[in-house]
């Protein structure tokens, strides 16, 4: 048998990963600031705001972990 040779498979996976990474490290860090907002100056809008991250980080979470619309 044959083995195929996925290298390049491997290292594109591997600079994504490292992308996402950073990202959520930058995601964490924000959320741990509360996005860079003081309670006096929360709105309606930053309220919005957060279901909307929310909304899409359920996407992403339901699709890595197979729920939701996703689940099989």
């Given amino acids: 048998m044959k083995r195929t040779d996925n290298t390049k498979a491997l290292d594109a996976f591997l600079a994504k990963k490292a992308e996402f990474d950073a990202m959520l490290a930058r995601l964490q860090t924000l959320s741990a600031e509360h996005f860079n907002w003081t309670p006096d100056e929360i709105n309606w809008g930053h309220a919005g705001t957060m279901t909307h991250y929310a909304e899409m980080l359920k996407a992403i ?12």
Avoid: K
């Avoid at 890595?64 to 619309?69: R, Y």
């Fill in 61 to 72: 979470s339901d699709s890595a972990f197979q729920e939701g619309e996703f689940a099989t």
